[in-house]
């Protein structure tokens, strides 16, 4: 499955970005669908300008799918970054989690960074960099063994794998993580669970021209409605 363009004006383009999807390239991505790839096949004045990454404003995990916004140009690049590293940029995102969470609302204010043993492992940790998730949960499925949770969350930091660290933190790892919800949960829930079930369902900023406020979302792919409708 490749990406598809939601929307798109002279500024950016907005892309439904499918799980398994790079989003940079870099010299481990080889025989690897990477986005930055995928994308030289537009033609727009920052494509294959790797100083602004093809106008890429912010990533994704390889294995989360969702919304993404990709800059067109250099005026529209700079202030979209501007908004993001402003925290002017709301995100939502929908995950399964395990067990039952509760408050069913909350917030998790917790320093993170990468972890001194496991350099490719983040984590709370003393003296990390600040990060900020709320979340609401949508429903839960009692099921077997704790049962699972659909949990919105909308996160106010940007930090590398922030909400799959604050789940963990939480006592709730994501379904089918690999890195977070420890090697034998996320085996076994690959049996029933294909992949990571992390969306990002939809994003909302100011456009880079216009000045006003412009929302766009993706649906959950059929792989993880599939996954809901077998609990």
């Not at 940079?24 to 990477?34: H, L, M, S, W, Y």
């Not at 800059?71 to 925290?87: D, H, I, P, V």
Request: glycine residues 8%; proline residues 6%; charged residues 25%.
């Amino acid at each position: 499955m490749e990406p598809k363009i939601i929307y798109e004006d002279d500024s950016f383009f907005v892309i439904d970005k499918p799980s398994g999807w790079i989003v940079n390239e870099a010299t481990t991505t080889k025989d690897q669908p990477v986005l930055q790839a995928w994308l030289k096949k537009f033609d727009y004045p920052l494509v294959g300008d790797s100083l602004y990454r093809s106008g890429i404003v912010h990533r994704l995990d390889k294995e989360t799918s969702g919304v993404m916004v990709v800059a067109k140009n250099k005026e529209s690049f700079t202030k979209l970054q501007s908004e993001f590293k402003k925290r002017e940029v709301s995100k939502t995102y929908i995950a399964l989690v395990h067990g039952k969470l509760t408050p069913e609302e909350g917030e998790v204010n917790v320093p993170v960074g990468r972890l001194p043993w496991r350099r490719d492992r983040f984590g709370v940790i003393a003296g990390g960099r600040d990060s900020c998730t709320t979340y609401k949960v949508k429903e839960f499925f009692p099921g077997n063994n704790a049962g699972h949770s659909l949990v919105e969350f909308y996160p106010k930091t940007g930090r590398t794998h922030q909400i799959r660290i604050h789940c963990k933190h939480l006592g709730h790892a994501i379904v089918a993580d690999e890195f977070y919800a420890g090697r034998k949960t996320a085996r076994n829930d690959r049996v029933w669970c294909p992949r990571l079930f992390l969306h990002a369902a939809s994003i909302k900023f100011i456009h880079p021209v216009t000045g006003k406020p412009v929302e766009f979302s993706s649906n959950l792919p059929g792989e993880l409605n599939k996954v809901l409708q077998n609990l």
